[in-house]
């Protein structure tokens, strides 16, 4: 029988050698002496126990029976995917686990940080059982909304779960199994959400709490490879503005992490404004400063209080080697000029906003690109994507190149 009271880094619900059928009916009179207030037959693990006791002090009611709704419109889920963190590694994580959802028996899913599913995959059959309990794309699977389980728990603990049956607080959840894995930001050590693997719980394993945690720590290495691989190419632009500027200067990506560092204090990260655009900018650890837009980054100078650079931007269409037309886009500041060539897309898109220099919705860029307005969603990614080449230099709500850059549209041959 498995030890209940044992608390290992990995602690799997079941041991190697435990028959589950038998373990789920000591769980389930664990759990109804539990909620009834009656003497345990046996202790609960403790990460359970410690959360059956959130839970029951917050009033939750183990009977619900009541699907969990999604609590995200699609906008706001597609919103929320995108600045989760997690967009980069998704499909590390669904290649890491692809064994344990073969079979079609277990269901994928991604959650953020307070426990929003965003992403999910599996079966038809197994997406199905899912959606009888409103395990689906949007739905809040936070502890305190479904009670004890591997995503909810899982960051509340904050450490790799392992949920079987009774164990789950609320009683409709007890024919599934569940394990979860946090996922953390590896430069600042804060969670970004929660990888988990559900399924029924004739299908627990004890090694998958093992294979969900791996792919977890996997998935921070790749987000860690990442944030060095950029900037080491932001170090690469901003060395040579660097040497041939007076005046001490740093160069950041566009969450203030330091690529580069000429005569001030070396350190890992500033902090910036939380709107921070080109132009003069009070920037606490330095006080004033001209912030110049750099390839997925931006160059902060100590400023000179006789000198208050402007930043321009050309937009220009050009045919690229290939012969493909393109749009070539030059960014102008007082420490120079660097440039980027565009996809055709790309380079339609920042046409569009030099013409419209008053901002654009996702729906009017939906209806220029595609000529329909509901391809919102992938009008959304790919300004996503712009956005972190350009940063600061296009703004959001609604789209448009940010307040006092000039810009100019040299060459007006791209169609209206």
């Not at 995959?121 to 309990?133: E, Q």
């Not at 389980?149 to 904050?158: D, E, P, Q, R, Y």
């Not at 906003?353 to 654009?360: E, P, S, Y």
Request: proline letters at 6%.
């Amino acid at each position: 029988m498995t030890t209940f009271d044992s608390a290992p880094e990995l602690e799997p619900a079941v041991q190697a050698g435990d028959d589950p059928r038998e373990f789920a009916h000591v769980l389930h009179a664990v759990h109804d002496a539990a909620m009834a207030g009656t003497r345990l037959p046996a202790r609960p693990r403790s990460v359970i126990d410690d959360s059956w006791q959130r839970l029951r002090r917050a009033g939750l009611d183990p009977d619900a029976t009541r699907a969990v709704e999604p609590t995200l419109e699609f906008d706001e889920l597609e919103e929320r995917r995108r600045h989760s963190g997690l967009i980069d590694v998704v499909d590390e994580l669904a290649g890491g686990l692809d064994s344990l959802i073969a079979d079609g028996d277990n269901i994928l899913v991604v959650a953020d940080a307070r426990g929003h599913v965003l992403w999910r995959s599996g079966s038809s059959k197994v997406l199905t059982r899912a959606d009888h309990l409103g395990f689906v794309e949007g739905a809040d699977w936070a502890e305190g909304s479904v009670g004890t389980n591997a995503i909810g728990t899982a960051l509340m603990s904050g450490r790799s779960v392992q949920v079987f049956s009774a164990e789950h607080f609320v009683r409709s959840h007890h024919s599934w199994t569940c394990t979860g894995a946090p996922i953390k930001d590896p430069r600042t050590g804060e969670v970004l959400g929660v990888v988990d693997v559900s399924g029924p719980a004739a299908t627990i394993h004890p090694t998958t709490l093992a294979l969900v945690h791996a792919v977890a720590r996997l998935a921070e290495s790749h987000l860690r490879e990442q944030h060095h691989r950029r900037l080491d190419t932001l170090r690469a632009v901003a060395a040579p503005i660097l040497a041939r500027i007076p005046g001490p200067a740093m160069a950041v990506d566009t969450d203030g992490w330091v690529a580069a560092v000429d005569t001030l204090t070396p350190r890992p990260r500033l902090l910036l404004p939380a709107r921070v655009g080109p132009g003069r900018v009070f920037v606490g650890a330095l006080g004033e400063c001209d912030v110049e837009a750099l390839p997925g980054g931006w160059l902060v100078r100590v400023a000179d209080a006789t000198d208050v650079p402007k930043t321009s931007i050309g937009v220009r269409a050009v045919a690229h080697a290939s012969g493909v037309a393109g749009v070539e886009v030059s960014v102008e500041g007082a420490s120079g000029v660097w440039t980027h060539r565009c996809s055709p897309r790309h380079g339609d898109i920042l046409t569009y906003l030099a013409r419209h220099r008053a901002g654009v919705s996702a729906a009017q860029l939906s209806m220029h690109l595609f000529g329909v307005d509901d391809r919102t969603v992938t009008v959304r990614a790919e300004m996503s994507r712009l956005r972190k080449h350009f940063g600061g230099l296009l703004v959001a709500g609604p789209y448009r190149f940010a307040d006092g850059v000039d810009v100019r549209l040299l060459d007006d041959t791209a169609r209206p």
